[in-house]
């Protein structure tokens, strides 16, 4: 068990760029989530995936922002045309989930994402 | 999911015991409460969860009211590690809801 990996620890970009994060689960975990943290906030839930159906993207805060899970094993993130509002911790969560509500999340270090 | 209210920042002397309030008086029947922690430029860690009942596992103790409205989170022996920001979470669904949590200081 070597933990939930994301890739790249930290990102600069310029805005207006596209940036795409990955993140690989521990092994065997079904669920797949991504949450946003600003500075000085808790982690924001944005979606998840079980297996590789996404069945939950409502909170994606805009259209610019997208994920996949192909093989439902590894998932990246993509925000095109980032903004300077985008600039935040990225956090990937993976779970064997057997019920909803009895459910421990192994959350990944993120990546830290500053859009200049 | 219900709403949780947490102090925003409390001390610990270390060796002592921490004891974290959580009020989450909205709670309904069938919703989880989770504990997860926080050290700095790390992802959440999960520490505790339960229903009803307390529990206990080699990190801490969760003491849940007998009307469920609040809970406590106890660290029998703090430690300078153990300083973070901790997250009180009422869970139904499929997402945590972390607030601001509480960020506890373990002083020497």
């Known amino acids: 068990d070597t933990g939930v990996s994301q890739d790249p620890r930290h990102k600069i970009t310029k805005r207006g760029q596209n940036v795409t994060f990955r993140c690989d689960p521990i092994?065997?975990?079904?669920?797949l989530y991504w949450y946003r943290q600003t500075l000085g906030q808790g982690p924001e839930f944005l979606t998840y995936?079980?297996?590789?159906?996404?069945?939950?993207k409502s909170r994606l805060l805009s259209d610019r922002f997208s994920a996949e899970r192909p093989k439902g094993s590894f998932s990246t993130l993509e925000i095109q045309r980032t903004e300077q509002g985008d600039s935040a911790m990225y956090l990937c969560?993976?779970?064997?989930?057997?019920?909803?509500?009895?459910?421990?999340?192994?959350f990944g270090s993120g990546t830290q994402l500053s859009v200049l | 999911d219900a709403k949780t209210t947490q102090p925003t920042s409390m001390d610990c002397a270390e060796g002592r015991a921490a004891n974290l309030p959580c009020n989450h008086s909205?709670?309904?029947?069938?919703?989880?409460v989770y504990w997860y922690r926080q050290i700095h430029s790390q992802g959440p860690q999960y520490i505790i969860h339960?229903?009803?009942n307390n529990e206990t596992n080699e990190m801490a103790s969760l003491i849940i009211t007998e009307d469920r409205k609040s809970s406590t989170l106890i660290l029998p022996h703090a430690t300078l590690r153990d300083t973070a920001v901790y997250y009180c979470?009422?869970?139904?669904?499929?997402?945590?809801?972390f607030g601001k949590g509480t960020s506890l200081l373990v002083t020497p």
């Open positions: 909205t709670i309904s029947g069938n919703e989880y």
């Open positions: 339960g229903l009803k």
């Open positions: 092994s065997e975990h079904n669920r």
């Open positions: 969560a993976s779970s064997l989930a057997a019920e909803a509500t009895n459910e421990k999340l192994f």
């Open positions: 995936f079980q297996n590789e159906a996404q069945l939950e």
């Open positions: 979470i009422v869970r139904l669904l499929y997402a945590l809801n």
